[in-house]
């Protein structure tokens, strides 16, 4: 991860993490916000990937701003925290654009991605920033999923020990199943309860949310959410809690509910 201080844009981000950093009240919020700020970069990444893929190549101009606006789109995550504890009704992504309207308030374009990149449904979105916006929840998705992927016993060892015993089993909502038979993202408000195995499977159903034909194509050229269904069959169900012949169906589930080509389908 290299860092252009040099960068308007990228000093902005830089010193607003880093001096809430240095002001962490408490260990959690100095891990979320050293997570976020990795995680800001992982969707720089997934975005300059995102442009690659674009045909016909995006302008100059239109590249700079959906890198621009992949780096600033979370930057309003340094106020989620109260006194050292995490809110999380706060709205980031309102935050985010607050903040950017006093340090770049000519930047519509950013400050409108940042605003609307954590809202749902895309009807909201103003017309002139949706393009932009679309990059920005693509590259989102992505860094997400390909993190999550590759680090997935690292999260879940990291996350262990703050959920609740009856989420660390192997458990899937039927709101979860309808989800991946209907082959659409979940419906969160549906679900019963919740486990740290649906957590992560429910990311699979971002596929359907993917918006951009670079992504589409990204998606399908690297098998990202193939990728992330094979991580969870090998390394995630073993370490949950069931009986051996528990985890041997659940493994063999995952893969009725998401095979090879629903997960390459277009």
């Not at 749902?120 to 590259?139: G, H």
């Not at 262990?160 to 993202?185: F, G, P, T, W």
């Not at 094979?230 to 509910?257: H, N, P, R, Y």
Request: net charge neutral.
């Amino acid at each position: 991860m290299r860092v252009n201080l040099k960068d308007a844009s990228e000093r902005l981000l830089v010193e607003t993490y880093l001096n809430h950093i240095l002001t962490a009240q408490s260990d959690e919020e100095l891990n979320f916000l050293k997570h976020k700020l990795i995680h800001t970069y992982e969707v720089v990444e997934a975005a300059k990937d995102l442009v690659k893929y674009t045909q016909p190549a995006l302008s100059q101009r239109d590249e700079m701003l959906v890198l621009q606006a992949a780096l600033l789109h979370d930057i309003g995550r340094v106020y989620q925290f109260s006194e050292g504890r995490y809110v999380p009704d706060a709205d980031h992504g309102l935050m985010g654009a607050g903040l950017l309207k006093k340090a770049m308030p000519n930047n519509k374009t950013v400050i409108e991605t940042t605003k609307w990149h954590n809202h749902s449904p895309s009807e909201k979105d103003p017309n002139e920033v949706a393009f932009y916006l679309n990059y920005v929840r693509d590259a989102d998705i992505i860094a997400n999923v390909r993190h999550n992927t590759d680090n997935l016993l690292t999260v879940f060892k990291n996350l262990k020990n703050i959920v609740k015993k009856s989420e660390l089993n192997l458990y899937l909502d039927d709101e979860l199943i309808a989800a991946a038979k209907e082959k659409r993202s979940c419906i969160y408000k549906r679900y019963k309860r919740e486990s740290f195995l649906q957590v992560i499977l429910q990311q699979i159903g971002w596929k359907y949310n993917i918006l951009t034909p670079a992504g589409k194509l990204l998606v399908k050229q690297e098998k990202i959410f193939v990728r992330l269904r094979d991580a969870v069959i090998d390394k995630l169900v073993d370490v949950l809690d069931g009986s051996i012949q528990e985890k041997q169906d659940m493994k063999k589930l995952i893969f009725e509910l998401y095979p090879d080509e629903v997960l390459n389908e277009d």
